[in-house]
Structure formats: structure tokens, C-alpha cells
């Protein structure tokens, strides 16, 4: 059995401005096991409904309000940072990319010339293939080793390839993957997104920055990766090392959106 209900907008929805059409209330549906999936509103149709198991963010944040408009709500942040008004005519790399900006991409029609995500989780990725109706957006799996999401995978090394032959973006993104990394991978991750970005782009990622000189911690010892928090010196080095430049670092929930703290580099 399925109930459906209306929602609300945040107000952060209306204050931070969007990219593209889609104003309106949002429906929620419920699913029998209490599981949320979301739907979207009166002016728009949904052109993709990822089921629940595809959805990776955190439970208080799919909780906020569709996963598609979280996702435009990031995106428009991301383009604010860089400087901006949207992403039009932008070939644009999501490392470690979910499903939610697929969902808002497709959901906003949010102005872009290519996405490209690239996730170790397979399944997600196969079903993002075949359902994304839309030429502009592309998914590849890698099958990349990490303690929380992939743990028989490949180590990540600087010199792993990506599928994505030798194509240059204007930007890249990783929302909530560094916050999932060790200290090595994502130095990897760096070496490697360095060799996907045109000399005049940018990166651009969250991560959860730590006081002091710890270098490196997890939140929770037991479960290595579920959040892995860093000092500003150490993420700085490791970008340094793998010749990124660091532009800006802002602080968390900035106007409340749901992200940690982020960070804006180009090539250095
Ligand atoms: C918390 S989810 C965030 C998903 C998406 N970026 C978003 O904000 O909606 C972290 C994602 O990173 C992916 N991931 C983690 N480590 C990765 C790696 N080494 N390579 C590619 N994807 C990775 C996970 O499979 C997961 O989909």
C-alpha cells in the first residue's frame, strides 16, 4: 500500500534561488515498509524515479525533501562558488556520483552540455544506464576498493584509469566521497581527477575538516570510511601534492543546505 502527501518547499529552496524551472510542493511517497521514495510536482514530471536501494545519501537528508531538488539546490551552490550564474555549456565529471543528480538534472532540466558519473556501486550505475532518458548524461563503474561502500574492490592507485578514455571537464564534482575516504585513496582520487580537468576548471568537494594538526581521523574508529574527518593542513598537502590549488573552503550547512564543509580548487 502507497499514501501520498504533500510537502512543502524549504525555505531555502525559494531563498537560494535555482537552476531552471520546477517551483512547486513536492510529493512524498510512502512506502508500505516505511521507506521513502520521492515524486515530484505539479509543474514538472518525474522523468526518472530511482528506487530506495539506489539512494545513497544520508537518512536526514533524504528526509529534507526530494533527492532532486537537494541535488539542484547543491549544483546551484556549486555554480555560486565557482563564480557562475548555472552550468550551461559545461562538461561537467561527478566522482562518486549516487543518483541524485541524475534524478535532478533530469527532473529540473538543469542547463549542462555533458554529465558524467562514475560510482563503484554497479548495480546503480546499470540502472541509471538504462533509465536516464537523456543524451546529455552518461554513468560508468569503477570497481575501486573503499571500507564503507566497496570493500572487495581494486585498490585505487594515482595511475588507475578511468572509462572515460582521456576527456577533460569543465567540472568536476564529489559530493560526500572524500568524507568517505582514507587518506590514500583520496589522494588517488585527486592524482586521477587532475588528469580529467581542463586548464581552465575547476574541483570542487565536501569533506569534513577537523581543528588542529591530527592530520587524519575517523568519526567512529570501528567504521573506517563511514566518516572520515581531516585537518586543513593535511587535505591542503594532499591536494598540493597532486597540483591542485585550493580557491575557497566554506563551512558547513551553508544557508542550511545539506553539505559539510566544501572546497573549491582549480589546477595549480
Ligand atoms: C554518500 S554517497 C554520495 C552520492 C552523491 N555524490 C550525492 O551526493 O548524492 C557516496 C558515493 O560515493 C561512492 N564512492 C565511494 N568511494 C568511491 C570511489 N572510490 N570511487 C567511486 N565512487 C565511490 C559511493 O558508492 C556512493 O555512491
Redesign the pocket.
Known sequence: MKAWRLRSPPALFTMSGCIGPGHGLSMVEIEQNGAMTTATAFDRNPQLVVPRRF????PQ?LAMAP?AD??LW?LQYMAERIGIPDLAGLDIL????????AEAITTHDIPLRSYVG????KE?IEFLTQNVNDDRLSFHH?N???P???KS?DP?MPETILPIGDKRFDVI?????I???LPH?AQA?FAILRRHVKESGFLFF?ASLGEGDFGYREHDAEKP?ELSVYSKDLLNELLEREKWRVVSIEPESPRDLPILDSILCVPA
Open positions: 539512494k545513497r545519501n544520508a537528508v533527492s537537494t541535488g547543491l561527478d566522482f562518486g556520483c549516487g543518483s541524485r543528480f562514475i560510482d563503484v556501486y546503480m569503477v575501486a576498493r573503499n564503507k561502500y566497496n574492490g585505487l564534482c564529489m559530493f560526500s566521497v568524507t568517505h575516504q585513496d582520487i565536501s570510511t
